[in-house]
């Protein structure tokens, strides 16, 4: 099972909006709803942000949201905040019963 | 208050073995699937496998890079999770989290593990 494919790293000024992709297949991205998106914040365990495409955990910021496109799903991060500043993971269910994640992407608050 | 605490880390020779623990508290961890991920150092999150609970028999999954050499297992009288790592390779080397399945919305703090000669 191959990672899921994203940008190694996106960057936007305060206030700003960024999306990160996250590109799979018709075996895990495309077929299921269940993508769920971390935050990682240098040595520490990652946090859920987002989980089942779409849905936010109580206690996550609003400006939080996912989507899925085909094959794709994005995580989108409004009004950015330079605590938004961390390395980002897109995760998905698969065909073979088993769980993969994205290679990450370093986000920036400039 | 929902917790995750690893222990069993440490450096181990190629080859070796290690078997690490993972205790849960604040939640009823019998009704849960649980995760393992790694993260070798400077590199991403890599799902290692997971267990079911009782209600879909225990069955176990793992990632293709560590079938055969790692068994997940677990003791829900004791709340507790494990993952037994046989014929360890300096790739192996990484911080081991566990995390509550489905969705990994709760992880642990994380123990290290070093193979090396």
């Known amino acids: 099972q191959s990672a899921l494919t994203q940008p190694a790293s996106v960057s936007g000024s305060p206030g700003q909006s960024i999306t990160i992709s996250c590109t799979g297949t018709?075996?895990?991205?495309?077929?299921?709803?269940?993508v769920s998106w971390y935050q990682q914040h240098p040595g520490k365990a990652p946090k859920r942000m987002i989980y089942?495409?779409?849905n936010r955990p109580s206690g996550v910021s609003n400006r939080f949201s996912g989507s899925k496109s085909g094959n794709t799903a994005s995580l989108t991060i409004s009004g950015l905040q330079a605590e938004d500043e961390a390395d980002y993971y897109c995760?998905?269910?698969?065909?073979?019963?088993?769980?993969?994640f994205g290679g990450g992407t370093k986000l920036t608050v400039l | 208050e929902v917790q995750l605490v690893e222990s069993g880390g440490g450096l181990v020779q190629p080859g070796g073995s290690l078997r690490l623990s993972c205790a849960a508290s604040?939640?009823?961890?019998?009704?849960?699937?649980m995760d393992w991920v790694r993260q070798a150092p400077g590199k991403g999150l890599e799902w290692v496998g997971r267990?079911?609970?009782?209600?879909?028999?225990?069955?176990?999954e793992y990632a293709a890079s560590v079938k055969g050499r790692f068994t997940i297992s677990r003791d829900d009288s004791k709340k507790s999770l494990y993952l037994q790592m046989n014929n360890l390779k300096t790739e192996d080397t990484a911080v081991y989290y566990c995390?509550?399945?489905?969705?990994?919305?709760?992880w642990g703090q994380g123990t290290t593990v070093t193979v090396s000669s």
């Open positions: 995390a509550r399945s489905p969705t990994m919305d709760v």
């Open positions: 604040g939640f009823t961890f019998s009704d849960h699937h």
């Open positions: 267990t079911r609970n009782k209600a879909n028999s225990y069955t176990t």
């Open positions: 018709s075996s895990d991205v495309g077929r299921y709803n269940y």
């Open positions: 089942d495409v779409n």
């Open positions: 995760c998905s269910y698969t065909s073979s019963s088993t769980l993969v």
